[in-house]
């Protein structure tokens, strides 16, 4: 039987997309949270000095992404062929550049530059949300293909951060998005996992 560890911070963050996955996959998995003041020490036994970590039968390997495709694709979750593989891929690069354009403000130090950045981010994160609502509209409630696939896990994953980093619901306006999370939230593997789950700040 295949074991699972992820190692990531006590936050949901790009942590969450690969505790969803593995919840969505019904498998047991160790959710080990590093505090930041062990995180030095645990960061030279990482493979490149980074999390979240995904630890399969003692092999580790990090990239988020990455590893969000490969269990999507170890439990049913990836596109029907390459063009709709293609398309996830897209849905999820877009979705990271909406959260780096949330994430360029909230992280920003001077407080001059961080002004501007949350003021560009005020038109640039509609511009993002429309496109992505109007693709599930499109595609029967889903980002792909019509059916569930490891893009709309990944999004309703890292929601909590976003919301936490722009400081408002950013869903709001967005009634198919809204739609899509509340799916999410009731498929009964997350309904589960978001129960049980500890409780964080972000």
């Not at 980074?50 to 630890?55: C, G, I, N, S, T």
Request: net charge neutral.
């Amino acid at each position: 039987m295949t074991s699972y560890k992820v190692s990531y911070f006590d936050i949901t963050a790009l942590g969450e997309p690969i505790r969803f996955l593995l919840s969505y996959g019904g498998v047991d998995f160790v959710d080990d949270r590093v505090k930041m003041d062990e995180w030095p020490k645990i960061k030279p036994t990482t493979p490149f000095g980074q999390m979240p970590v995904l630890e399969v039968d003692g092999k580790k390997v990090c990239q988020s992404t990455a590893i969000c495709r490969y269990l999507a694709k170890q439990f049913g979750l990836a596109g029907k062929d390459d063009w709709e593989n293609l398309e996830i891929d897209a849905a999820v690069d877009t979705i990271h550049d909406l959260r780096a354009k949330i994430a360029a403000g909230h992280y920003e130090s001077n407080e001059e530059a961080k002004k501007q950045k949350l003021e560009a981010a005020k038109e640039l994160v509609p511009f993002y949300l429309e496109r992505l609502d109007e693709q599930v509209k499109k595609n029967g409630g889903y980002f792909v293909g019509g059916k569930l696939t490891w893009a709309d896990l990944f999004f309703v994953a890292l929601l909590d951060y976003l919301n936490y980093m722009a400081k408002y619901d950013i869903l709001e306006k967005y009634d198919s998005l809204k739609k899509l999370e509340e799916k999410i939230h009731q498929e009964p593997k997350i309904k589960a996992w978001l129960a049980k789950r500890p409780k964080t700040d972000l």
